[in-house]
C-alpha cells in the first residue's frame, strides 16, 4: 500500500536559519512526489513537483526538495528561513491511476525571530 | 483567474441535518477532486471526477455521502443526517489533466461544523 510518511510534527527554527523537513513514501512504482504548503487561513499551495530527472528540484520561495530511490525519500529544505515560510507543509504522493493524492500529517514549520 | 471557489466558507448544522457543499473549479480544468481534512486523520481523499464523470469514489463514506457534478462549473458534496464526526474541512481540487503529474489546485475549503 502507499504511503506518506513525516516523522516530525512540528519544527522550530530561527530566521535566517536553514531547514530541512523530512519526507519517507511508500510506492512499489515509479513515485510522483510533491511538496505542498498550508499558510494560515489560506488554501494549499504547490512548493514542488518531482517525476524524473535531477533529484534536486527547485520550487518557489527558494525551496527545493531531493529525491532518493535508495532511501525512499523527498526531504524538503531551504537555505534561510523568512517568518512568512510559517506554515504547514504537506508531502504528497500521486500514485495508482485515479491521480488521488495521498497525504503526509504534515509538519507545522514554526519560525523564531 | 478566481481559482477554485468553494462556498459556503463555514457552515454549522445539528446531528442529522444535511449539508451540501458547492465547488466551482478553474474554469478549463477537466478533473475535480473532494477531500476532507481532520486535526485527527489528516487530508484523505473522497471522490474524483473527469469530465463531469465520476470515475472514483472509494474514499466516500457510502451511506451518507455523495457527489455530483451536473455540469463543468461546479461539483457538490452532499451529507446525509450529518454526525458530529463529519465535522472537518472539505477541499475541493481541480487540475488541467487527470494526470498523475499534473499540479491540483485546491480552494480555501468550507469549515463544516455538526454540533
Known amino acids: 500500500a502507499q504511503s506518506v510518511t513525516q516523522p516530525d510534527a512540528r519544527v522550530t527554527v530561527s530566521e535566517g536559519a536553514s531547514l530541512q523537513l523530512r519526507c519517507k513514501y511508500s510506492?512499489?512504482?515509479?513515485?510522483?512526489l510533491f511538496w505542498y504548503v498550508q499558510y494560515p487561513r489560506q488554501g494549499l499551495q504547490l512548493l514542488l513537483k518531482y517525476y524524473s530527472g535531477d533529484p534536486v528540484v527547485q520550487g518557489v520561495n527558494g525551496f527545493e526538495a531531493e529525491f532518493s530511490k535508495s532511501n525512499s525519500s523527498f526531504h524538503l529544505r531551504k537555505a534561510s528561513v523568512h517568518w512568512s515560510d510559517s506554515a504547514v507543509y504537506f508531502c504528497v504522493l500521486s500514485a495508482g491511476s485515479n491521480y488521488q493524492l495521498i497525504w503526509g500529517s504534515g509538519t507545522k514549520l514554526i519560525i523564531k525571530p | 483567474n478566481a481559482g477554485v471557489i468553494q462556498t459556503p466558507r463555514h457552515k454549522v448544522t445539528g446531528k442529522g441535518q444535511e449539508a451540501t457543499l458547492w465547488c466551482e473549479p478553474i474554469?478549463?480544468?477537466?478533473?475535480v477532486f473532494w477531500y476532507r481534512q481532520t486535526i485527527v486523520q489528516g487530508l484523505e481523499f473522497l471522490t474524483y471526477?473527469?469530465?463531469?464523470?465520476?470515475?472514483?469514489d472509494s474514499g466516500m463514506p457510502k451511506e451518507r455521502f455523495s457527489a455530483q457534478m451536473p455540469n463543468q462549473s461546479h461539483s457538490t458534496l452532499k451529507i446525509q443526517s450529518t454526525q458530529p464526526q463529519d465535522s472537518a474541512v472539505y477541499l475541493c481540487a481541480s487540475s488541467l489533466a487527470p494526470d498523475n503529474y499534473a499540479e491540483q489546485f485546491f480552494g480555501p475549503g468550507t469549515r463544516l461544523t455538526v454540533l
Open positions: 471526477f473527469r469530465n463531469q464523470a465520476p470515475i472514483d
Open positions: 510506492y512499489s512504482g515509479t513515485p510522483y
Open positions: 474554469s478549463g480544468h477537466s478533473a
